[in-house]
């Protein structure tokens, strides 16, 4: 068969990344936007390969009764494939059922990579979530084509798609877009920190040109990306840069912090010995840094380590009423490295009786981060990944190491999409004893 060609699916699982499983005379077959248990009709896009073809739901044959009118209209099932725009691809989904299929996808990343034969359940991001999943993103970014079209890209492309309505924004944002502007080609951010006031960052495309005049698309700075805004987690303010990384649910930040301070109390770590060394690793403007010193008291011993500079500095600022905090910039790996060529056996001591947290990028933390760790054996980690299979990599990695996890929290911080945060804390051989 070949690109293009038509074929009705039954839909079996799903998978990670937003698509589902069916069989086709035995060859697996990936289609998004259907459910599990479905039979749907769908044209295939891709059958280069020889293990799996991938391919575009067309219409529903048979719904599955967790199937619902999607969220964002534009994305529904009704409407062409290359008409649908990304970012909501479980929206078509009963939201309780969005979070056992996303239980199933991180239970089975841990046993299939990292040998861990355990249910972990999914949860909301907070009492306040809405009861469909929507209004929640406190950050949207737009793409803007050389045409002057402004919108999301459509579903798995990089084609803008025109859209009257953004669901998953917060109302005042959602409210921004609807007002328009214009722009030059690259990406418009839209940011509504905790003032409440919406903040457009155009990110305009630049060429960046070889001496043969090739090149490729960047995004040129502004400064209005360097305004620093202030977000609120409790009565605790974290400044930040208005184009700088924090979480997108307007719930997250205290969902996370929250969920730390579970995942140590259920690690006997409810208070931190404020002798000891802990470490975030990966540490943006110091939030999870902040967490251990809540914990820890003002004495607190704590590292956050950050590549970005800017973060940084923020993050040495939202951590000074800790007499015992700092803020470093540097590459987590080479960071580690340099640790420990350098640490003395006090550091160590005091390192092998603290926390490390870490919440790396998509990617993971990697082999050699983790091999640092292993060999540097804080006393407990707590691992914040947003994404499953990286996690359970560098879980089967840890575990070989000796550390087991003690706690594991799925918490739905991107309702309608199939993103996923889940949060890991394990502990070292003999912490507990």
């Known amino acids: 068969m070949q690109p293009g060609d038509t074929i009705d699916l039954d839909v079996t699982d799903v998978a990670h990344g937003g698509v589902f499983v069916a069989r086709h005379e035995g060859r697996v077959v990936f289609v998004p936007d259907a459910i599990p248990g479905e039979r749907v009709r769908a044209r295939l896009t891709d059958t280069s390969k020889s293990s799996f073809w991938r391919a575009e739901a067309l219409e529903v044959l048979d719904a599955s009764p967790h199937r619902r009118p999607h969220v964002w209209a534009p994305a529904d099932i009704g409407t062409p494939p290359e008409r649908r725009p990304g970012g909501a691809d479980l929206g078509h989904i009963e939201l309780g059922h969005q979070r056992e299929l996303k239980s199933r996808v991180i239970t089975d990343a841990l046993h299939r990579f990292g040998g861990l034969d355990t249910t972990v359940s999914v949860e909301p991001a907070g009492a306040d979530e809405t009861a469909d999943g929507t209004g929640w993103r406190t950050r949207v970014s737009l793409h803007v084509d050389d045409d002057g079209r402004v919108g999301p890209f459509a579903a798995r492309s990089h084609r803008v798609v025109e859209v009257d309505d953004h669901p998953l924004a917060t109302p005042a944002i959602a409210e921004a877009i ?183 990028p998509r990617s993971g933390a990697g082999r050699e981060v983790v091999d640092a760790l292993l060999r540097l054996q804080p006393a407990t980690l707590v691992y914040v990944a947003c994404d499953p299979v990286a996690l359970a990599r560098d879980v089967a990695q840890l575990r070989s190491g000796g550390y087991e996890p003690l706690s594991l929290r799925g918490i739905d911080l991107f309702p309608n999409s199939h993103h996923i945060e889940t949060v890991a804390v394990l502990t070292a051989p003999g912490a507990l004893s």
Do not use: C, K, M
């Not at 040129?220 to 303010?237: C, M, S, T």
């Not at 999870?288 to 940084?312: C, K, N």
């Not at 939202?318 to 700092?326: D, F, I, Q, T, Y």
């Open 178 to 360: 609807a007002r328009g502007r214009s722009a030059a080609p690259g990406r418009l951010d839209l940011v509504q920190p905790a003032d409440g006031r919406v903040r457009v960052l155009p990110r305009a495309e630049t060429a960046r040109r070889n001496a043969r005049g090739r090149g490729r698309p960047r995004t040129a700075p502004d400064p209005a990306l360097h305004e620093v805004i202030v977000e609120r987690v409790g009565d605790r303010e974290f400044r930040v840069d208005a184009g700088g990384f924090w979480q997108v649910h307007r719930l997250a930040a205290a969902a996370l912090t929250d969920a730390v301070h579970r995942g140590l109390r259920d690690a006997g770590r409810a208070e931190l010995d404020p002798e000891a060394w802990h470490l975030d690793l990966y540490g943006g403007v110091g939030l999870l840094a902040a967490s251990l010193g809540e914990l820890g008291g003002p004495a607190t011993r704590v590292t956050s380590v950050e590549s970005d500079e800017r973060a940084t500095d923020h993050a040495g600022e939202n951590l000074a009423e800790w007499v015992g905090a700092r803020a470093e910039t540097g590459r987590v790996d080479r960071w580690l490295t340099h640790l420990e060529q350098s640490a003395s056996p006090a550091e160590r001591a005091r390192l092998r009786s603290g926390v490390t947290v870490l919440d790396p």
